[in-house]
């Protein structure tokens, strides 16, 4: 097997199978817009567990396949991270399961929206210092590291600010495609300068892939923030695209413009931004339009930088 179809299989196609099976079960607990945000929702806990277990188990056989232990369960208690990122393999799979353990647990819509914004900010503060704390490793640059400790702390609840904005004005079926652009943007930056977090970058891709088939096609309702099935995972994706960027920065050589950067960490603001002034009184297709352009102009540019800069070395 070649090196370019096996990356397709473990980092894309492998999660991507699993977040499609796993967000369609989501999708079957959406109460719908009838329902009173006060009453609690009954017999959603074993689908909700199970759809965000699935999604999360696909992250972490794409990363033991890749090790090559994924046959050899023996060797799974011996992993290693050599870098602190590496521990997103089972932070970001946990996140998703305490999302969903929080839905599960409190049935009552009104409720989880209060407490999701709470663990949202508490598993972005959770991931972003293990993966950014390298200990000694970094000493050198820990004038670096608090900045871009906070940038990253306000870039995670912004964004998650607007994905629910847009979820909640009608965009619930399209919205995890604008963290499947995020996803993109961040593993063409970090490709640049450090493959394997670009290849790590590409399982969630595969999830975000995932999401937004099953978004697309069956949809969802969303009256509150965090009332939209697919954000059990969504969310935790939105977290790995700042983290993966936050942390490839301390690998680059020659870093891209702070303002491709700036727009590749606060993409879905600028999404839900672009969405509230032109798109939220047009057509759901109109929408998606606007969505995709902000993305895709924003992977122009860090294309274009990157193939300006290389070209220089």
Request: glycine share 8%; net charge positive.
């Amino acid at each position: 097997m070649n090196f370019e179809l096996q990356i397709v299989l473990q980092q894309l196609l492998l999660p991507a199978v699993c977040s499609v099976i796993g967000c369609f079960i989501l999708t079957r607990t959406d109460p719908g817009e009838e329902r009173n945000d006060n009453e609690p929702i009954r017999g959603i806990v074993f689908q909700t567990l199970l759809g965000a277990f699935l999604c999360a188990i696909g992250m972490v056989c794409s990363d033991l396949w890749q090790r090559g232990i994924i046959a050899k369960p023996a060797e799974w208690l011996y992993w290693q991270a050599s870098y602190q990122w590496q521990w997103m393999v089972w932070m970001i799979p946990g996140s998703m399961v305490i999302m969903a353990l929080s839905r599960s647990l409190v049935a009552i819509p009104i409720h989880y929206a209060a407490l999701a914004g709470f663990v949202t900010a508490t598993l972005a503060i959770c991931v972003l210092f293990v993966c950014l704390n390298q200990g000694t490793v970094w000493d050198d640059k820990k004038v670096k590291w608090l900045p871009w400790m906070a940038a990253s702390c306000i870039a995670i609840m912004w964004n998650i600010a607007s994905l629910n904005s847009i979820a909640k004005s009608g965009g619930s079926r399209w919205v995890s495609l604008t963290v499947l652009g995020q996803l993109g943007c961040v593993a063409a930056v970090t490709f640049q300068s450090y493959a394997s977090l670009g290849e790590w970058a590409l399982a969630g891709i595969g999830v975000a892939a995932g999401a937004s088939l099953v978004g697309v096609i069956a949809g969802s309702k969303a009256k509150l923030h965090f009332g939209w099935p697919l954000s059990t995972v969504v969310v935790p994706l939105g977290i790995m695209a700042v983290a993966c960027l936050s942390v490839s920065s301390f690998f680059q050589s020659r870093p891209l413009p702070i303002g491709v950067i700036g727009s590749v960490l606060f993409l879905p603001t600028l999404v839900g931004f672009v969405d509230f002034v032109f798109g939220r009184t047009a057509n759901p297709w109109f929408r998606v339009f606007l969505a995709t352009s902000v993305c895709c102009l924003v992977l122009g540019g860090v294309f274009y930088f990157a193939k300006l800069w290389q070209s220089e070395w």
